[in-house]
């Protein structure tokens, strides 16, 4: 099965192409801009199907990161991997994005994503399994437990004293192992946004 993988929860633009009966990456193009989801998403999923000598008419799956993420970033990613499921007749799964960093992993292992206004989205995993969260908070509310690394944010893992360990962003074999069963049918994607929008409606600021 050939999936086509989306990722915009953290300043990296992620799109890959994956064989999800072993999780081999076929191809894939990231760019790290976190201004740039909406302008990049595409041409990279072409580039990547390109890589990878192949067309949609190929894709049989699209897997998308529901983050925790910024509202905007998100929004991209979803809408376009949705447009896909929609044009192409095929299943779109939802997955935690940190779940695609944290199911990489092994041992007790925190991992942590840029919040902005200085917060941190975070999950604790064990042996790629998630143990608690997705939850966002200031670093000196995040819990390590008993997390022994640091994965994700490389520029926020040296707030913890402990060892950082890759994935920093979520991969596109780790969005493929973070699908739960292929055979289950997707629910409605949902984005984890964690917290409430900056914008707020003109009733709401009176």
Request: glycine share 10%; with cysteine; aromatic share 6%.
């Amino acid at each position: 099965m050939i999936v086509l993988t989306l990722d915009t929860s953290t300043p990296a633009v992620t799109a890959g192409i994956v064989r999800a009966d072993d999780f081999v990456t076929l191809a894939q193009r990231v760019t790290v801009d976190a201004r740039a989801h909406a302008e990049r998403l595409t041409p990279n999923v072409v580039a990547a199907l390109d890589d990878a000598g192949l067309t949609v008419a190929d894709l049989d799956a699209v897997v998308v990161g529901c983050g925790p993420g910024p509202f905007t970033g998100l929004r991209a990613g979803m809408a376009t991997g949705a447009a896909y499921g929609h044009a192409l007749g095929i299943p779109v799964h939802g997955v935690c994005s940190l779940d695609a960093i944290g199911v990489l992993t092994r041992g007790e292992t925190l991992v942590i994503t840029d919040a902005r206004r200085r917060e941190l989205y975070w999950a604790r995993y064990r042996d790629g399994v998630r143990t608690e969260g997705p939850a966002v908070n200031a670093p000196g509310d995040v819990d390590p437990g008993t997390a022994r690394a640091v994965a994700g944010s490389p520029e926020h893992a040296a707030l913890f004293d402990l060892p950082y360990c890759e994935p920093g962003y979520p991969t596109p074999a780790g969005l493929a192992r973070a699908v739960p069963d292929w055979s289950d049918e997707p629910a409605p994607l949902v984005a984890l946004y964690l917290r409430r929008p900056d914008a707020k409606p003109l009733a709401a600021r009176k």
